[in-house]
């Protein structure tokens, strides 16, 4: 069973550039989250999207935007991009998000995003 | 407070002994509770879940649940050399969605 995707892998984008990243979650799961990992700040929750909406949100800006579509795969997108939006972003899947086996969750391998 | 704790270390102990790792939360109503590994430069992988008190069990691992004292732990018997990286405990918040928050991570390193 393939894991959860994330691409691109590696990516380097310019001050007040957008970039979108794209997640397929494991074949079967329903709910995708979003997580920023940086040294300062660790592992973040962002959002997390179930049946093409947005079902929790972390403590984030406005310019972290995300979507979900209908096969469950997501997308999400950083505007105007500051030097301090570098960090790994990761996704993670799982079957539901609910319930005791349906919440754990699995990721993906990341996105390691630099701005310069 | 944060609302998940865990000594940063580095925890370091000789390989064949039991590591032992701890992690406080101070959400009281959280009900989901899970251990991740995570080697440098790569992605978190799921080490266990735990969601009733006391303690379970797999492998060479045991995670420990005490709701009234807010304590997770997570014991690695007979510690290995590969078993060197740095876990993150994450709790849960949402019972009906995903909104984890993750502790800061205990490094630990296994000497052999």
């Known amino acids: 069973k393939a894991g959860v995707t994330q691409t691109p892998r590696y990516l380097i984008k310019t001050r007040g550039q957008q970039v979108t990243l794209s997640c397929s979650p494991i074949s079967g799961h329903r709910s995708v989250s979003w997580y920023q990992q940086t040294p300062g700040q660790g592992l973040q929750f962002l959002f997390e999207y179930f049946s093409e909406t947005q079902r929790n949100k972390g403590n984030f800006p406005g310019r972290f935007s995300g979507r979900q579509f209908s096969n469950s795969r997501s997308e999400m997108n950083v505007s105007t991009l500051e030097l301090g939006d570098s960090a790994l972003y990761l996704c993670a899947s799982s079957l539901e998000g609910t319930g005791s086996s349906g919440n754990t969750i699995y990721f993906g391998e990341g996105s390691w995003l630099t701005v310069v | 407070q944060k609302e998940v704790e865990q000594n940063s270390g580095p925890l370091s102990v000789p390989e064949g002994a039991i590591a032992s790792l701890n992690c406080t939360y101070s959400?009281?109503?959280?009900?989901?509770f899970f251990w991740y590994r995570q080697y440098s430069g790569k992605s978190p992988e799921l080490i266990m879940s735990?969601?009733?008190?006391g303690d379970k069990e797999d492998g060479r691992f045991t995670a420990q649940l005490n709701k009234a004292s807010q304590y997770v732990s997570l014991l690695i018997r007979d510690s290995q050399p590969s078993d060197s990286a740095t876990y993150l405990c994450a709790v849960n918040r949402d019972n009906y969605g995903q909104n984890f928050v993750f502790g800061p991570g205990t490094r630990l390193s296994v000497l052999p």
């Open positions: 735990i969601y009733s008190n």
């Open positions: 959400d009281r109503g959280s009900q989901s």
